[in-house]
């Protein structure tokens, strides 16, 4: 989602000068200045809106997944993440993952609060609105603090998450992003290739979710001193399900709207060819997910094939230009079946992530990151070399924020307002006045 060569307009031009061939075909294939502005605009603005839309997504899908007498609490989390990733990448977080610098650089920061163009006026030498491509990369950044609070749910205060959200989307988030889509270190110095965020965007949040599950620890009787493992049944499935078809909708804005133009032809062709391929690799994950929780546990599990879905979605992530609709499918039905393998995995290693979050974003966007270079320009070593610089990264910044937090203002609420629930303690509003007692 680089948005620093790709718009059609300048790229075009340039290109039409070195090949005479090429002019005579983008002279039927793309259309003129103005239009080309509005039409990559309009892609910008859809994609957004889209993406914006994931949020709710991501609400719903989580108010689901918990028990009752925190669902309330999980409903304020996603508003006020989405609304403070909003304030902080528009202060400093814009200004560090598009720093505006040539070279293999960790770190840069533009200097200013990002402009906005005034009433009226439109720059086509920029190829499209600035506020529009401010606005889409924005709703990426606050999908990865989504992603932190699922993992986190049941058991976090809300004005640590609150604290623990600005720094991760004003500041870790941003830095990653600037190594790549800001023509950064891995972009420079290592060809590395995310198409759409699944390691900066995806893992990322999920990095940043493993480290807190950590040193927050489970829920209180998740784990039994015997090594048993006790099953908190989420709430509402119809509403988790709603909340991972809202997700996949979303994802159609988060990876075709990546490929930043509309004014030619081919990026036309680009954009429904993404749209095929993030969708075939979504219901490969699905049934990847149910044949293997049939085979292993000899029931299908719903919740299973939820994140299936997701999963897919975040592995084809990476790349869903580049392949083919079978390669999409192989891709995608890996990605299915890697929450149905760590999840277990997780809860034998005693980390509680409520919603599968962990094995979603961040397995899955490990593996859409590595696979790239099976269909997509990019090396095995430059996309290792990503993920291990997102892994040290974001571990330690974010072990550091939840450390000082646990330190000063603690992380938990105490094991009397847990038991009871957060709602009540927390935010004085139940989701589900008088059953909340009964989970």
Request: glycine residues 14%; hydrophobic residues 55%; proline residues 4%.
């Amino acid at each position: 989602m680089k948005n620093i060569i790709k718009y059609g307009v300048p790229a075009l031009a340039a290109t039409a000068i070195a090949s005479p061939a090429f002019a005579q075909e983008a002279a039927a294939d793309a259309v003129g200045g103005g239009t080309a502005y509005i039409l990559n605009t309009l892609l910008f603005l859809m994609g957004g809106f889209l993406v914006m839309w994931m949020a709710a997504g991501f609400a719903m899908l989580e108010a689901g997944l918990v028990r009752a007498k925190n669902t309330s609490t999980q409903c304020l989390k996603n508003i006020g993440l989405y609304s403070i990733a909003g304030l902080m990448f528009w202060v400093i977080g814009y200004n560090i993952a598009y720093p505006g610098f040539d070279g293999p650089g960790l770190f840069g920061m533009a200097g200013t609060i990002y402009p906005m163009q005034g009433v009226g006026e439109a720059d086509l030498e920029t190829g499209y609105s600035v506020a529009s491509d401010w606005f889409f990369q924005m709703v990426f950044c606050a999908t990865t603090a989504s992603i932190v609070s699922g993992t986190l749910a049941e058991r976090i205060k809300i004005v640590p998450f609150f604290i623990f959200v600005t720094v991760l989307t004003g500041i870790i988030y941003p830095v990653v992003v600037s190594w790549e889509w800001g023509g950064g270190y891995l972009d420079a110095a290592w060809g590395f290739s995310d198409f759409a965020g699944s390691t900066l965007v995806h893992s990322t949040g999920g990095w940043a979710a493993l480290v807190g599950a950590l040193i927050l620890g489970p829920r209180l009787g998740r784990y039994g001193a015997d090594g048993s493992i006790n099953v908190f049944p989420g709430t509402n499935i119809p509403l988790a399900t709603l909340g991972t078809f809202i997700l996949w909708l979303g994802w159609f804005g988060f990876n075709g709207a990546s490929q930043l133009a509309m004014g030619t032809v081919g990026d036309v062709s680009d954009v429904s060819k993404i749209f095929v391929n993030t969708n075939m690799a979504a219901a490969a994950g699905v049934v990847v997910a149910i044949i293997a929780t049939q085979l292993r546990y000899g029931k299908a599990d719903v919740t299973m094939a939820l994140n299936g879905a997701l999963a897919g979605l975040v592995a084809i992530t990476a790349e869903p230009l580049a392949p083919t609709v079978g390669h999409s499918i192989i891709i995608g039905a890996v990605g299915g079946l890697l929450p149905v393998i760590f999840v277990p995995i997780l809860d034998k290693l005693k980390i509680d992530d409520v919603v599968g979050a962990i094995p979603v974003h961040l397995v899955a966007g490990i593996w859409g990151t590595l696979i790239v270079p099976w269909t997509g320009d990019a090396t095995f070593v430059g996309q290792l070399v990503g993920v291990l610089l997102t892994m040290v990264w974001v571990s330690v910044a974010s072990g550091i924020v939840w450390f000082i937090l646990k330190a000063t203002i603690g992380l938990r609420p105490s094991a009397e307002v847990e038991t009871a629930g957060l709602d009540i303690h927390e935010i004085g509003v139940e989701a589900y006045p008088g059953l909340a007692n009964q989970n």
